[in-house]
T-cell receptor, first 113, second 110 residues
Framework: GAVVSQHPSRVICKSGTSVKIECRSL??????MFWYRQFPKKSLMLMAT?????????EQGVEKDKFLINHASLTLSTLTVTSAHPEDSSFYIC?????????FGSGTRLTVV | GQQVMQIPQYQHVQEGEDFTTYCNSS?????IQWYKQRPGGHPVFLIQ?????EVKKQKRLTFQFGEAKKNSSLHITATQTTDVGTYFC??????????FGAGTRLTVKP
């Protein structure tokens, strides 16, 4: 089946720094990619949908300037958490489009200290 | 808007006991999906149900979609320690996305 490669799997960063998370589709071309955030013991909340070659679509309440999403090619979508703060610590995970079978990336556990 | 309610939030069983988690939607769903997330892992797609009254089985897992396509259940027969994790249902949203239930966290005591 389709594979979505996400990295890093874990990252610890200092407050105020930025962190980039990458999701690559290894065996398919994705015009869209979905980015979720999951707090401990909670469900997945959609943050935004990245669109290849155009602006991402953000969910209500998600800060566009803080969570920068770029979909520069059909195989790469990135989420950059800018000026990270401890409250941004969470599990971030991407998901490919329905056409490739609802495949999630392996997730990135971000800890901001 | 559409909501997917899932219960129970937690379920602790003795190995060998059965387990069921339920999902209810406020609106009719065109389909419903089920995922399993192991502790520390990412959600893994289990199955999609599309037809009214549909029942599908995967070994010890039985998935049902209600006649009105507003509810669904996942039943595990004779749980094993490998069944530990959180089970999510998800209904379709706009833009090819899904809306996830809150999840049911299953723990199994050996």
């Amino acid at each position: 089946g389709a594979v979505v490669s996400q990295h890093p799997s874990r990252v610890i960063c200092k407050s105020g720094t930025s962190v980039k998370i990458e999701c690559r589709s290894l065996d398919f071309q994705a015009t869209t990619m979905f980015w979720y955030r999951q707090f401990p013991k909670k469900s997945l909340m959609l943050m935004a949908t990245s669109n290849e070659g155009s602006k991402a679509t953000y969910e209500q309440g998600v800060e566009k300037d803080k969570f920068l999403i770029n979909h520069a090619s059909l195989t790469l979508s990135t989420l950059t958490v800018t000026s990270a703060h401890p409250e941004d610590s969470s599990f971030y995970i991407c998901r490919g489009p329905r056409e490739i079978g609802y495949t999630f990336g392996s997730g990135t556990r971000l800890t901001v200290v | 808007g559409q909501q997917v309610m899932q219960i129970p939030q937690y379920q602790h069983v003795q190995e060998g006991e059965d387990f069921t988690t339920y999902c209810n939607s406020s609106t009719t769903l065109s389909n419903i999906q089920w995922y399993k997330q192991r502790p520390g892992g990412h959600p893994v797609f289990l199955i999609q149900l599309v037809k009214s009254g549909e029942v599908k089985k995967q070994k010890r897992l039985t998935f049902q979609f209600g006649e009105a396509k507003k509810n669904s259940s996942l039943h595990i027969t004779a749980t094993q320690t490998t069944d530990v994790g959180t089970y999510f249902c998800a209904g379709p949203r706009h833009n090819n996305d899904m809306r996830f239930g809150a999840g049911t966290r299953l723990t199994v005591k050996p």
